[in-house]
């Protein structure tokens, strides 16, 4: 089993930031990736970012440029640092772990204000 506790969403005007972050407990030693995914109201949860254990990161086109993914192993979080927001990021953001099974935290609500 592997838990996930997400922090760091709120309210911010459009060009502001955020930095999100995402404590992992429990059987980390089986995780293979770790990132964010999001959903906004009326549409399907789409993949923002992930990173390996490598350390090797993908975004989605729309955030390329403007969000970074990183992690601290030794705190067992990953982070997602978001700049130049924008209205359409608005949603509430869920953070995963993907091993033998995938893991999603609570999720944590980001209103990007125009």
């Known amino acids: 089993q592997v838990q996930l506790v997400e922090s760091g969403g709120g309210l911010v005007q459009a060009g502001g930031s955020l930095r999100l972050s995402c404590v992992v407990s429990?059987?980390?030693?089986?995780?293979?990736?770790m990132g964010w995914y999001r959903q906004a109201p009326g549409k399907q949860r789409e993949l923002v970012a992930g990173?390996?254990?490598?350390?090797?990161?993908n975004y989605a086109d729309s955030v390329k440029g403007r969000f970074t993914i990183s992690r601290d192993n030794a705190k067992n979080t990953v982070y997602l640092q978001m700049n130049s927001l924008k209205p359409e990021d608005t949603a509430v953001y869920y953070c995963?772990?993907?091993?033998?099974?995938?893991?999603w935290g609570q999720g944590t609500q980001v209103t990007v204000s125009s």
């Open positions: 995963y772990t993907r091993g033998m099974s995938m893991y």
């Open positions: 990173i390996t254990k490598g350390g090797s990161a």
């Open positions: 429990g059987s980390i030693f089986s995780i293979n990736a």
